[in-house]
């Protein structure tokens, strides 16, 4: 551990055991025993503006595919994304908030496809406080992902979570 708060804890982790194995998270504090996390997820997450995360290599460029396999978290820190042909999300794709409310965050693709993966841009205990804008790309003419169609952000046994600031009142 390098630091302790009467709300947070900072620490180091050993390197991660591989894609498919999920982290499990355990605090013991001497003389008084376990932690309760209250359900707590603890992720390790690859940035997307670390070069790391796209092996060592250059990250994607307009017109690139992203695979985002299962056990993998990708944190998207940056502002503004290229136009990605597809991505596809069998691990997670996340979206942090900004610094302030009024930071831009804009990502874009033709399709994304969340395949049994998780998609967050805030969640309804921590919802999403600044800008976020996903445009959409292509044309009527363009492949359809068969049932979903062109131009989609779809989810097949996935879970999209996106939460912003409640606004009041509220209607569709």
């Not at 008084?32 to 796209?54: E, K, L």
């Not at 940056?78 to 990605?84: E, F, G």
Request: aromatic share 10%; charged share 15%; with cysteine.
């Amino acid at each position: 551990m390098t630091s302790a708060t009467t709300t947070s804890v900072t620490c180091i982790t050993g390197r991660r055991p591989g894609l498919q194995a999920e982290p499990s998270l355990s605090i013991t504090i001497e003389g008084y025993g376990n932690v309760a996390t209250q359900d707590v997820r603890f992720r390790y997450v690859y940035f997307w503006s670390n070069p790391i995360t796209w092996g060592g290599e250059f990250a994607p460029i307009d017109g690139d595919m992203v695979y985002i396999p299962a056990g993998l978290h990708l944190l998207v820190d940056i502002d503004t994304s290229p136009v990605l042909s597809a991505v596809v999300v069998q691990g997670s794709l996340i979206f942090p908030s900004g610094p302030t409310p009024n930071h831009v965050r804009s990502f874009s693709a033709h399709y994304i496809m969340n395949n049994e993966g998780y998609v967050e841009a805030g969640t309804e205990a921590h919802p999403y406080t600044s800008k976020l804008i996903i445009t959409m790309h292509s044309q009527r003419e363009d492949p359809e992902l068969p049932i979903y169609g062109n131009k989609v952000l779809a989810t097949y046994n996935g879970i999209t979570d996106l939460h912003g600031i409640p606004r009041h009142p509220t209607w569709s």
